[in-house]
């Protein structure tokens, strides 16, 4: 039941609805009405639910004492969750298919390939993968000619003058491609010869939650599968690729059925320079660059689509999402876009993040500083590979960044959870250097795609303020530093250092840029001839670049800023944790959300105490809470009849 709900229920339905708990109605309760309601709200409250006739009738007792139950309560699973809501809202990390997490590398799409024996087989493949194939480089291994089809990087074919399927020979299809028994269909994909393939009558209990949709297990006639189809390339197993390079190739014409939907890559310019390295096939430099980069043994690096070539319509698995849709049949079960994976798996780490934090009741604080986390199966996959396929792009070469730096340090991720781990979570003690709170967790970063959107939202959610403009009037400038421009000001000069703390995380993405290759003020960007370098204006700031200085964008040539980005996320986390307000503002969120009306100054004395107990106890939530429940203003909150609610009355 939701924390509204309690608003809904007038004095006779709560009177009628507690009554019928007590057993038979043979004994006449010695409890108060309101006392009866107190009890139902803290129920709500720490239980998540309406008391249960049992608990009615232990309540009853003389002997019952509300304190020990609040103590009792306080330290379980459904407490802790129902703190954790407060702040997964206040921070909105639910997110939905408005924020994109699809990096390039991780996503293996498929299409429907029809053989010289007249059978169709889906083949995989991932767009962007190296091939010395002139034709084929960057996109399905089969030209357009060779299929009679035109695929465009999303959806069904759609070209009128190619769309009439071809059958491949057997000889060019058993050189394009490779059959692989992979990690969606197999626990041991990891074994020379997997044999452990997915059965839901026993990965009920090997992997519980983990159900594969029948796209994913049958054929492209329908039949049960033992392997799939892989590109060669695709199906490549090593760690490290060393660059290609194509020298001087010329295509197909591109008329007809032999037009490229996508250009043909030139990346020679900056693969030559890295010849004799050895990239790392974990990430975008790999795949792009080498055609020995592949999706890793059982395609663990590749989450799969199961529709034909299809980024959002592409099915992974049934039941990772449950939504309740009634009494009889509580969930049910829907199946999941690798878009739609990847957001569930990162929301549930920041929520099993915070869980834990408060039934353990560690300091509060933790929630924007600590190293620690919580990962599943699903995380495991992401964190040891799809988070570095995000990095490194064309722009990030030119800097000489082709193995990134990671916020979340893949050899620490633990090495026994596979991705079919849905319902296990285990605790990793440290993420990295880099680590801090949910800052630096993949879903903050995405859903809050700029510097100053991060800043933002956690001056609002953990110091209770916002940025308010002066009385200033906003005029007609060519300043670009809007800590100082007229009318800007004044909330810039807060907001521009604060946005700083994230300068070296990219935005709209998780990619750390270490000042190694990228320095605050880069001489490499410098004007030189009147204009910047090609690339680096994906990362330092046309308007503060002179032929003397070029600074990273969001630094503004401001000392503190400067300051500031150097510190990264962790210096945010620390910056946030001492701040004066920080206890003010977890006192409101948390006493307003259980309140169920804003603070108003009425509230001064309550405030003041649920601070100081917040404070005194190491910031440590539990004794913050319990004075709460216990105090006037939560019965009072609770001890309103609907009709009050109506006629907007506060207390």
Request: aromatic content about 8%; charged content about 20%.
């Amino acid at each position: 039941m939701r924390l509204s709900d309690r608003r809904t229920l007038g004095v006779t339905a709560v009177a009628a609805a507690l009554a019928s708990l007590v057993s038979g109605g043979e004994a006449q309760a010695q409890r108060t009405i309101d006392e009866y309601r107190y009890f139902r709200s803290l129920s709500i409250d720490l239980v998540g639910r309406i008391p249960t006739r049992a608990e009615i009738a232990a309540f009853e007792q003389p002997a019952f004492n509300v304190e020990s139950w609040i103590d009792m309560q306080l330290a379980t699973p459904e407490a802790a969750e129902r703190l954790r809501r407060i702040y997964m809202d206040r921070l909105r990390l639910e997110v939905n298919t408005v924020v994109q997490l699809n990096p390039r590398g991780s996503l293996l799409r498929r299409i429907p390939v029809q053989r010289a024996n007249g059978t169709t087989v889906w083949v995989y493949y991932r767009m962007g993968q190296r091939r010395a194939n002139v034709d084929i480089d960057g996109t399905m291994c089969f030209s357009p000619r060779e299929l009679g089809v035109q695929y465009p990087s999303t959806g069904e074919p759609r070209t009128p003058m190619c769309n009439t399927p071809r059958a491949v020979s057997d000889a060019v299809f058993n050189a394009r491609v490779t059959r692989v028994r992979p990690w969606w269909l197999y626990r041991d994909y990891r074994a020379a010869n997997p044999t452990q393939r997915y059965n839901p009558a026993t990965w009920a209990t090997i992997a519980p939650g983990y159900n594969p949709v029948e796209g994913l297990l049958e054929d492209a006639a329908g039949n049960p599968v033992n392997d799939v189809f892989v590109c060669n390339e695709e199906a490549g197993t090593a760690a490290t690729g060393r660059p290609f390079v194509a020298g001087t190739r010329t295509p197909t014409p591109a008329t007809g059925c032999d037009a490229r939907l996508t250009g043909v890559p030139n990346t020679d310019s900056l693969t030559t320079p890295m010849m004799g390295r050895a990239l790392s096939c974990e990430t975008q430099t790999g795949f792009n660059l080498s055609t020995e980069c592949g999706c890793g043994p059982g395609l663990e690096r590749c989450l799969p689509g199961a529709a034909i070539n299809n980024l959002n319509a592409g099915a992974m698995v049934n039941g990772a999402i449950r939504a309740p849709i009634g009494n009889e049949n509580a969930f049910e079960n829907r199946a999941l876009t690798s878009g739609d994976w990847m957001r569930l798996w990162l929301s549930q780490e920041a929520a099993y993040f915070m869980d834990a934090i408060f039934q353990a009741n560690r300091d509060v604080r933790d929630i924007v500083r600590a190293r620690d986390t919580y990962i599943n199966g699903p995380l495991a996959m992401f964190y040891r590979s799809e988070q570095q396929q995000s990095c490194c792009n064309t722009n990030h070469l030119r800097f000489d960044y082709t193995n990134p730096t990671s916020l979340f340090v893949p050899a620490n991720v633990p090495p026994a959870l596979l991705t079919h781990d849905v319902d296990r979570w285990a605790r990793v003690p440290d993420r990295g250097p880099l680590a801090s709170g949910i800052l630096t967790m993949p879903i903050f970063l995405t859903k809050y795609g700029t510097r100053r959107a991060r800043a933002h939202v956690l001056y609002q959610s953990f110091m209770c303020q916002e940025f308010v403009a002066g009385n200033g009037t906003l005029t007609p400038s060519d300043e670009p530093n809007l800590a100082i421009r007229e009318g800007c000001r004044d909330c810039h000069r807060a907001l521009e250092p604060m946005s700083a703390f994230f300068t070296r995380v990219a935005e709209n993405d998780w990619t750390y840029l270490p000042a190694l290759q990228f320095p605050l003020d880069s001489t490499r960007c410098r004007l030189a001839g009147g204009a910047m370098a090609v690339g680096c204006n994906a990362f330092y700031d046309p308007s503060f670049t002179t032929a003397t200085q070029s600074w990273m964008r969001g630094i503004y040539n401001l000392t503190e800023a400067r300051a500031n980005a150097e510190a990264g996320p962790q210096g945010m986390g620390s910056f946030i944790a001492a701040q004066p307000q920080f206890a003010g503002c977890f006192v409101e969120n948390v006493a307003e959300s259980f309140l169920g009306r804003d603070l108003n100054v009425e509230d001064a004395a309550l405030r003041t105490q649920l601070q100081t107990t917040l404070s005194g106890a190491g910031f440590r939530a539990r004794a913050m809470v319990r004075q709460l429940l216990l105090s006037d203003a939560y019965r009072r909150a609770n001890n309103l009849s609907s009709t009050a609610w109506r006629a907007g009355a506060s207390r």
